[in-house]
């Protein structure tokens, strides 16, 4: 395995992201380093290659990563979001109102509360496909569905 391709690999999982990734989609990735760079070298290359691969992902140093859905008005937004499945789905729930609401997902086993003007990253595991209602419990007419793929 060349190293970064190692490198893109760490990266894709900590992102929690489907993989892994097929070599021409590595290619589609610029890298300005060479594979004949000598070991020295090499592992600061790894560190750049990895920060970067983090970045191309989604998944930022600061742990925050993850589709985002935002509540607004009453509303969440997007009121469909795509989840892989037997994966482990990760969003960022950002509540714009001064209420508080919940992202509720009960055949998931998710309920989490989200103060007002709040967020909170969510994760929870999807082991099976399907589509899945996700709901703010005080406000039942803020809903959504998450579509759980192969
Ligand atoms: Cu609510």
């Known amino acids: ?9 760490e990266a894709r999982q900590i992102c929690n992201l489907p993989g892994p990734f097929s070599s021409a989609q590595l290619t589609n990735y610029k890298f300005v380093i ?8 090499r ?4 560190l750049v290659i990895f ?8 998944c930022g140093a600061n742990g925050a990563g993850g589709a985002q859905i935002a509540m607004k008005d009453y509303q969440f937004a997007p ?3 795509h989840a892989r499945v037997g994966e482990t789905a990760r969003f960022v729930v950002k509540n714009n109102d001064a209420v ?8 998931l086993g998710v309920n ?3 103060p007002a003007r709040g967020q909170a990253v969510i994760e929870f595991q999807t082991p099976t496909q399907g589509v899945f209602q996700y709901v703010c419990l005080p406000h039942p007419n803020m809903r959504g569905t998450i579509e759980v793929e192969p």
Not at 34 to 40: E, F, I
Not at 51 to 58: D, M, Q
């Open 100 to 107: 508080a609401h919940t992202f509720t997902v009960k055949e």
């Open 1 to 9: 395995m060349l190293i970064r391709e190692f490198y893109y690999e």
């Open 34 to 41: 060479r594979d004949s760079l000598k070991n020295l070298k």
């Open 43 to 46: 592992i600061a290359a790894a």
């Open 112 to 114: 989490q509360n989200i």
């Open 79 to 81: 009121q469909t979001i």
């Open 51 to 58: 920060l970067s691969a983090a970045s191309v992902l989604g």
